[in-house]
């Protein structure tokens, strides 16, 4: 039972561009929501996060949306940076004990 | 400072044998998770402890159990491994005692049981 899903697997886009990334859930009880970033060979790295009593959460060129009806979340990068290609991971929590999505890994293009 | 840091960071069993993984959690951090990454998927919860109490457990049979020392690092041990066993298995660490879920993750310990 998949809680957290990431339908895209991979995403490429030229650099300068906007990267959005998307995420569902479907329980309901999920009310904190995280994004890892994760280089091969490194642990995941904490991106941003948004609460479910906000819909958005602005960190410099990373902006996560939450729209709790749709139980969907989408992370945008922009401008997109060659450093930025990486596996992103969607994250849900009621608390500390995390329940993650698949993945999607972002090539950006130079 | 030193991040989260994981023992060994890589390893090869047999069927059947046991392993036990260590991790040090950031200083002044007292809860540590692990978590099991197996290739394709994402990380999967397995334990988190807190002032050396477990917290929470997810879905994993008896042959996985855990520990916090005084100085709240970690051991994660599974015994009996199977094949399907082979994952990269991840530490993290947080202040604990809240629930906004930010972990800091270590680079992991690469299991592979052959």
């Known amino acids: 039972d998949q809680q957290v899903k990431q339908n895209s697997p991979s995403l490429s886009v030229q650099e300068g561009r906007i990267s959005i990334l998307n995420c569902d859930y479907t329980n309901s009880m999920f009310d904190y929501f995280l994004w890892y970033k994760k280089y091969p060979a490194e642990g995941p790295t904490f991106l941003i996060s948004i609460s479910s009593i906000k819909d958005k959460n602005e960190d410099g060129r990373f902006t996560v949306f939450l729209n709790k009806s749709a139980k969907h979340l989408s992370l945008h990068i922009v401008p997109s940076q060659p450093g930025d290609s990486a596996v992103y991971f969607c994250?849900?929590?009621?608390?500390?004990?995390?329940?993650f999505g698949t993945g999607t890994r972002l090539t950006i293009i130079p | 400072d030193a991040g989260v840091t994981q023992s060994p960071t890589h390893l090869i069993k047999t069927r059947g044998q046991h392993v036990t993984l260590r991790c040090s959690p950031i200083s002044g951090h007292k809860s540590v998770s692990w978590y099991q990454q197996v290739l394709g998927q994402g990380p999967q919860f397995i334990f988190q402890?807190?002032?050396?109490?477990?917290?929470g457990r997810g879905n994993f049979p008896d042959r996985f159990s855990a520990r916090q020392f005084p100085n709240y690092s970690s051991e994660l041990n599974v015994n009996a491994l199977l094949l399907g066993d082979s994952a990269l298995y991840l530490c993290?660490?947080?202040f604990g005692g809240g629930n906004t879920g930010e972990l800091f993750f270590g680079e992991g310990s690469r299991l592979t049981v052959l």
């Open positions: 993290a660490s947080s």
């Open positions: 402890y807190y002032e050396k109490e477990e917290r």
């Open positions: 994250a849900a929590s009621p608390n500390e004990k995390l329940t």
